[in-house]
């Protein structure tokens, strides 16, 4: 028998070469709003780009692209 299950959403993406993870703060909330939500604390998601969702294990990832002090 199948049984249906609701993937928890996780958000990442890389500050210099660390991988950065960040929960869900609310399923309620689109990607974009989640960005916002964090980039209070993460200046650098200001200027981010989302990729994603990507199913990754038992979650849903989404992906911030940041460009900020890459050169090329």
């Known amino acids: 028998m199948l049984t249906a299950s609701i993937l928890p959403r ?3 993406f890389k500050d210099r070469d660390n ?3 960040l929960s ?5 909330m689109t990607p974009e709003e989640v960005m ?3 980039s209070g604390t993460y200046p650098i998601l200001t ?3 989302i990729e994603g969702p990507e199913i990754k294990g ?3 990832e989404y992906r911030f692209i940041t460009t900020l002090g890459t050169k090329g």
């Open 10 to 12: 996780v958000f990442s």
């Open 36 to 38: 916002n939500f964090y």
């Open 58 to 60: 038992d979650e849903i």
């Open 24 to 28: 869900d703060p609310s399923n309620k």
């Open 47 to 49: 200027t981010a780009k």
């Open 19 to 21: 991988e950065v993870k």
